[in-house]
Structures are given as structure tokens and as C-alpha cells.
């Protein structure tokens, strides 16, 4: 059994006549956002609509590496060089 939220989005999606699956997106980007601003991250972020229960997860998306050397340098992030100018 679907849960009341997707059962709304169903009928708006129905109703507009847009893909009930454009709408789940939009709500999962739109919890995406509202999670940076809340927490203040940047964070590689996603949520999740479960259908049944009408549960949001959100959640951060991590890579795994073998070595310190594989890890990101956040601190560089601005500084990067294309063409030989700094982004």
C-alpha cells in the first residue's frame, strides 16, 4: 500500500499529466537542499522516498579510498588550475 504522501504526488502527477516519478525527484532535490542549508554542508547529499511508508531519508554520499593520499583536499577545492588560471 502506498503511503498518503506518494498517493498526493500520484494524483497531482495524474491531474498536471507529468510523470509521478518528475515529482519524486523534485521532493528528494528539494529535501537535498533543505538538508544543506539546515546542517551548512556541501556534502555530497541524497534522499530517498520510500513509497510505501512515505518515509524521507537523507543521507551523505561518501567514497571509500585505500590510502590518505586518494583523500580530497577540501582546502584546495577553490584554487584549482584550468589553462593555466585559477578557478
Do not use: W
Not at 547529499?45 to 586518494?70: C, H, N, W, Y
Amino acid at each position: 500500500m502506498a503511503s498518503e504522501l506518494y498517493n498526493t504526488i500520484d494524483a497531482l502527477s495524474r491531474e498536471k499529466g507529468i510523470d509521478p516519478q518528475i515529482v519524486v525527484s523534485a521532493v528528494e532535490d528539494a529535501i537535498v537542499v533543505a538538508t544543506r542549508k539546515y546542517y551548512k554542508t556541501q556534502e555530497n547529499l541524497r534522499a530517498e522516498l520510500d513509497k510505501e511508508t512515505g518515509k524521507i531519508r537523507a543521507f551523505a554520499v561518501k567514497m571509500v579510498v585505500e590510502s590518505p593520499e586518494q583523500v580530497e583536499d577540501r582546502t584546495r577545492r577553490g584554487n584549482r588550475q584550468c589553462n593555466g588560471k585559477a578557478h
